[in-house]
């Protein structure tokens, strides 16, 4: 860390308002567009995304510098974002039971409404395509696959923030590569086929 971020998360820890706001200016857009990335639903990732600053300002006196802040940050966001999906399958599967009892609510579905800042226009039908095979393989090599390939960050700062190793991270990037193949395999099919 530079001194300029040891200061800012110092008066972070401090309490300091100001200090707060700076955090809050300088890494929304990076906790946004990765929520935005797992959870695919704009008004969930606004919602994550305020409670992911809640909790920074509820437990930054616990961050010890042990890693960069932004590596913490990541790491309280991939949480978060993880946990809605697990409450959102929780509701989903409740709703299938209190349907097949005669309860008159209606299931929510949560369609891929995928609207990505990074996403150019003629790019959005594949990338709705991709963020729907993402939701379709494992939880780690999908963060793996999209702290690499969306966010930018590059291996050692994915193990940094998965709390793996370098290799670890390598073996979840090919084996998300692979997964996404054989999901996206069909949709590529019947593209050239156009």
Do not use: C
Not at 26 to 39: D, G, K
Not at 67 to 78: C, G
Not at 93 to 106: D, P, S, W, Y
């Amino acid at each position: 860390m530079n001194q300029s971020e040891v200061e800012l998360i110092e008066q972070l820890q401090r309490g300091e308002q100001e200090a707060f706001r700076r955090v809050v200016g300088l890494y929304q857009e990076m906790v946004y567009n990765t929520v935005l990335s797992i959870v695919q639903n704009e008004a969930d990732a606004e919602d994550i995304t305020q409670e992911v600053f809640v909790q920074v300002h509820q437990s930054v006196k616990l961050f010890k510098g042990d890693s960069k802040f932004s590596t913490w940050l990541y790491r309280i966001t991939i949480t978060k974002s993880l946990d809605f999906e697990k409450r959102r399958k929780r509701k989903k599967r409740f709703a299938f039971v209190q349907n097949l009892f005669g309860e008159k609510e209606e299931e929510q579905h949560h369609p891929v409404e995928f609207n990505h800042p990074g996403v150019l226009l003629e790019n959005k039908e594949k990338a709705g395509e991709l963020f729907k095979a993402l939701q379709q393989i494992p939880n780690n090599q999908r963060i793996a696959f999209t702290l690499s390939k969306i966010e930018g960050l590059n291996n050692q700062e994915i193990a940094a923030i998965m709390n793996t190793s370098f290799y670890a991270v390598e073996s979840l990037l090919a084996r998300a590569k692979t997964s996404l193949k054989k999901k996206l395999k069909n949709y590529y099919l019947l593209q050239s086929a156009k």
